[in-house]
């Protein structure tokens, strides 16, 4: 399958290149840095608010994934999903995966006290404002989307097991999971139909 990683250079993006290359996909990567992220996938260097940039690395794709990051300062990923949604209905190009975060939306409910109230309760208020615009612009796109909302990330080795999907209030839960299992479950949902429409959330 023909992807294009936009945020490829990030702590998220940088094991899904990895691991999508080594699922035998062809990778173009898209980020602000020149530097390639992988030897073996296509780079393009641009900026994610720029029209022109993005719609050079859709076209010709069989799916995009989104796994923009922007510190703590929020104010990047509704406005860029919107322009990288817009380059998909322009190229024709139906498949979206995005990461978004535990807690957007309807799963608000699912996070500890510790997550709702001092993390997106006070320090990272912004964040998750920008990742529910965010996911407003996804639902209301008309692709074949899936979104992902994945609990607090680690630095932990892929284990490929983790819960997927969970209600809010589900008991066990550690309400933290390896970046490189966020990839893995990313990877996992592009060949899944019934996951179209769906927001889903996954935590160890």
Not at 36 to 56: F, M, S, T
Not at 83 to 95: H, L, Y
Not at 171 to 182: C, F, T
Request: proline share 5%; net charge positive; aromatic share 6%.
């Amino acid at each position: 399958m023909n992807l294009v990683i936009f945020g490829a250079s990030g702590s998220i993006g940088r094991p899904l290149t990895a691991q999508a290359l080594a699922a035998g996909h062809t990778v173009t990567t898209f980020s602000r840095t020149d530097t390639p992220i992988e030897p073996d996938a296509r780079h393009l260097a641009g900026n994610v608010l720029d029209p022109a940039h993005v719609k050079r690395a859709v076209e010709g794709q069989d799916a995009v994934l989104i796994v923009l990051g922007n510190g703590t300062r929020g104010n990047l990923r509704g406005p860029a999903t919107a322009n990288i949604i817009a380059a998909m209905q322009a190229k024709g190009v139906r498949r979206l995966v995005c990461q978004s975060t535990l807690g957007a939306g309807d799963s608000y409910g699912a996070l500890n006290f510790y997550w709702k109230y001092i993390m997106f309760g006070l320090l990272l208020r912004p964040v998750l404002a920008d990742h529910n615009v965010q996911e407003g612009h996804v639902r209301a796109s008309g692709l074949d989307w899936t979104i992902l909302r994945p609990a607090a990330f680690t630095d932990g080795p892929m284990t490929g097991t983790y819960s997927r999907d969970f209600a809010p209030g589900t008991k066990g839960l550690s309400l933290k999971i390896a970046r490189a299992d966020v990839a893995h479950c990313l990877l996992a949902l592009l060949d899944q139909p019934q996951s179209h429409g769906k927001a889903i959330a996954v935590s160890n």
